[in-house]
């Protein structure tokens, strides 16, 4: 007997946001299988309100509900029977953020959660990641989002150590990243990797997705410190328009992808990792996942 499901996933981060459908294959004497069958990004980039102005603009609150309308009316065409909506960084760090939440699920019928960093990253962690890890070796799980980057060190098959830091590609791009919070994960890296033999880095989040589309390696393989090094080298060689014309990347891409590599190659220097794993998992997966397992709240349409 086959049945098939429809859940969704909704990633309000501060760069961009997401809604992920995915197709829930069960079937009897079977594991069950997770099939993503839609995915629309929208670059609404709250985190350049939110970290500037401690508040979401009209603007972009317009942005978000015409956002959210659409996503709901995707849903009922898809026909998804459950869902769960996520906010992140920018959204709680909002002065507005729960009356946006609430001018949402008035207005779109869109029930907001919005988390924090621990949430977050235990959310993430729901992800098939261990389908990806060898439960015989070390590694660093890094999370790259606009407004902040969960860390989690896995030794033998379990999570041994989990924090959130406010260092994020929108932070970074705007300058306002203090040296102590850098400094700060310097040391929470080395203290937390330190006396494994080899760390290894699990790389998450869009930016290294597309790096690695553009190394041209294959799946399972990972990219080498000195392969991120040079990518980030060239990258800086080009202007922003550059990068958009030449490099064929997104324009809402284009500017954040060099903080988001900084951060990779600071989390590899400081664990000492020569190699990156890109397993293409994220805070969307993990919410489809802790919605089948009944691990988080989500909504019945």
């Given at each position: 007997?086959?049945?098939?499901?429809?859940?969704?996933?909704?990633?309000?981060?501060?760069?961009?946001?997401?809604?992920?459908?995915?197709?829930?294959?069960?079937?009897?004497?079977?594991?069950?299988?997770?099939k993503k069958s839609s995915l629309v990004r929208v670059p609404i980039r709250l985190g350049s309100d939110v970290f500037l102005n401690g508040e979401i603009s009209e603007d972009n609150k317009q942005r978000m509900l015409d956002t959210m309308t659409a996503f709901n009316?995707?849903?009922?065409s898809h026909k998804v029977i459950s869902y769960k909506a996520c906010a992140t960084s920018a959204m709680r760090e909002a002065d507005n953020g729960k009356d946006v939440t609430e001018f949402i699920l008035k207005k779109a019928k869109i029930n907001i959660d919005i988390i924090n960093g621990e949430e977050e990253a235990a959310i993430i962690a729901a992800t098939d990641l261990h389908s990806y890890i060898k439960e015989d070796k070390t590694y660093l799980y890094v999370d790259v989002g606009g407004g902040s980057t969960e860390f989690s060190v896995i030794h033998l098959g379990e999570t041994v150590a989990s924090k959130s830091f406010k260092i994020g590609t929108v932070r970074l791009l705007n300058n306002i990243v203090k040296k102590k919070t850098w400094l700060e994960l310097e040391e929470w890296i080395k203290q937390n990797t330190t006396g494994y033999d080899k760390v290894d880095l699990i790389g998450s989040g869009g930016n290294i997705n597309k790096i690695f589309k553009v190394s041209g390696k294959v799946t399972g393989t990972p990219l080498t410190y000195f392969y991120l090094t040079s990518y980030y080298n060239k990258l800086q060689t080009y202007s922003y328009e550059e990068r958009i014309t030449e490099l064929e990347l997104n324009q809402d891409r284009a500017d954040v992808i060099i903080p988001a590599?900084?951060?990779?190659?600071?989390?590899?220097?400081?664990?000492?990792?020569?190699d990156i794993y890109v397993p293409k998992i994220g805070l969307s997966d993990g919410i489809i996942k802790s919605i089948y397992y009944n691990t988080v709240s989500s909504v019945n349409i």
């Amino acid at each position: 007997m086959l049945t098939i499901k429809k859940y969704a996933a909704i990633d309000i981060g501060s760069n961009a946001v997401r809604l992920l459908i995915s197709n829930i294959i069960e079937q009897k004497g079977r594991p069950v299988k997770f099939k993503k069958s839609s995915l629309v990004r929208v670059p609404i980039r709250l985190g350049s309100d939110v970290f500037l102005n401690g508040e979401i603009s009209e603007d972009n609150k317009q942005r978000m509900l015409d956002t959210m309308t659409a996503f709901n009316l995707l849903m009922k065409s898809h026909k998804v029977i459950s869902y769960k909506a996520c906010a992140t960084s920018a959204m709680r760090e909002a002065d507005n953020g729960k009356d946006v939440t609430e001018f949402i699920l008035k207005k779109a019928k869109i029930n907001i959660d919005i988390i924090n960093g621990e949430e977050e990253a235990a959310i993430i962690a729901a992800t098939d990641l261990h389908s990806y890890i060898k439960e015989d070796k070390t590694y660093l799980y890094v999370d790259v989002g606009g407004g902040s980057t969960e860390f989690s060190v896995i030794h033998l098959g379990e999570t041994v150590a989990s924090k959130s830091f406010k260092i994020g590609t929108v932070r970074l791009l705007n300058n306002i990243v203090k040296k102590k919070t850098w400094l700060e994960l310097e040391e929470w890296i080395k203290q937390n990797t330190t006396g494994y033999d080899k760390v290894d880095l699990i790389g998450s989040g869009g930016n290294i997705n597309k790096i690695f589309k553009v190394s041209g390696k294959v799946t399972g393989t990972p990219l080498t410190y000195f392969y991120l090094t040079s990518y980030y080298n060239k990258l800086q060689t080009y202007s922003y328009e550059e990068r958009i014309t030449e490099l064929e990347l997104n324009q809402d891409r284009a500017d954040v992808i060099i903080p988001a590599t900084r951060i990779y190659l600071s989390a590899m220097k400081w664990s000492g990792a020569k190699d990156i794993y890109v397993p293409k998992i994220g805070l969307s997966d993990g919410i489809i996942k802790s919605i089948y397992y009944n691990t988080v709240s989500s909504v019945n349409i």
